[in-house]
């Protein structure tokens, strides 16, 4: 590789999650330098600072200030900036994690300025190309140079489209962050008890794909089988969600709880300790360790010594 940092590409609540076990790991080894940047996809408290806040993630080296706006503009935006913060700076990789806007605009940036690219969380497909995550998803792995696959399905769709010769399994960073999260959940949150909440006696829920959320037919229909089910929900609404529930004239059933999006350690006590957990993110699935990876000889020298030279 490049002399340099290595240089993390995040902007939505899912990434800072994401990168925090890595994190972890690079700060105890000592050796491999980073950096941080913020594109400010999600950009409120809520859904952004706290996760730097609760997980001791450093904070980013850089913000892009991006903010809302409609999927080609807003990851066009995100190309021109990080285009710019990497030619003024020199990074050794670009490391991106998951499926959102973010993702996409480090990936291509990186590619067209020839700077190693490594996707976190790569070969995960619905196979729906109408969700603006799968256009991401398989753009992404095509442009990426090391892959690192959370699971055996993920990697035989890798296989499947061309991409074993840079594959790896890698195991989960959720699995990871949810491991370190449960011991941190225990000792800071107190969050069943400020929403009066008995375990295995509520029903946790998320919605936030766009197909879920922006068609009022399908939205109504969801809040209705929600409404419905014989325990309390409790609903965690992002931003949209609210917005469209008002907007389309929804109204959720007695039994449901709308709440603000919580934070991360709130969130795992909440998945702990619920009786179902009824969401459309894909973020649930068998989990391996990625962090045991990280450890193995082979990747070392693969994300900090003899990459080839790619500029």
Do not use: W
């Amino acid at each position: 590789m490049n002399q340099g940092s290595l240089l993390f590409v995040v902007g939505a609540r899912p990434n800072f999650i994401k990168i925090a076990p890595i994190c972890m790991i690079l700060q105890k080894r000592g050796n491999i330098p980073f950096k941080i940047v913020h594109t400010g996809q999600h950009y409120d408290y809520a859904m952004s600072d706290v996760f730097f806040d609760e997980l001791n993630i450093p904070n980013p080296d850089f913000h892009l200030s991006i903010g809302s706006g409609n999927h080609g503009k807003q990851t066009g935006e995100m190309m021109g900036k990080l285009e710019e913060l990497c030619t003024d700076h020199s990074f050794s990789a670009i490391i991106v994690i998951g499926d959102v806007n973010s993702t996409l605009a480090g990936a291509l940036v990186g590619a067209k300025l020839k700077i190693p690219v490594v996707h976190v969380e790569s070969g995960l497909r619905s196979f729906n190309r109408t969700m603006p995550e799968e256009i991401n998803r398989v753009a992404t792995d095509h442009v990426s140079d090391l892959l690192f696959a959370p699971t055996q399905l993920a990697i035989k769709n890798l296989r499947n489209e061309g991409l074993a010769d840079r594959t790896y399994f890698s195991g989960d960073v959720m699995y990871d962050m949810i491991l370190k999260g449960l011991e941190l959940a225990q000792e800071k949150s107190d969050v069943l008890k400020k929403l009066n909440l008995n375990p295995d006696d509520y029903f946790l829920a998320t919605l936030h794909r766009p197909y879920n959320v922006d068609e009022p037919e399908q939205l109504s229909a969801i809040i209705n089988g929600l409404s419905q089910l014989e325990h309390k929900v409790l609903l965690s609404a992002h931003p949209r969600l609210r917005k469209n529930l008002t907007q389309f004239g929804i109204a959720p059933g007695d039994n449901i709880q709308i709440t603000e999006p919580f934070g991360y350690l709130d969130f795992i006590m909440l998945q702990k300790n619920a009786k179902k957990i009824i969401t459309d993110s894909g973020a649930f699935r068998k989990k391996h360790s990625f962090a045991n990876t990280l450890r193995n000889a082979a990747f070392r020298n693969r994300m900090g010594g003899n990459r080839r030279n790619r500029r």
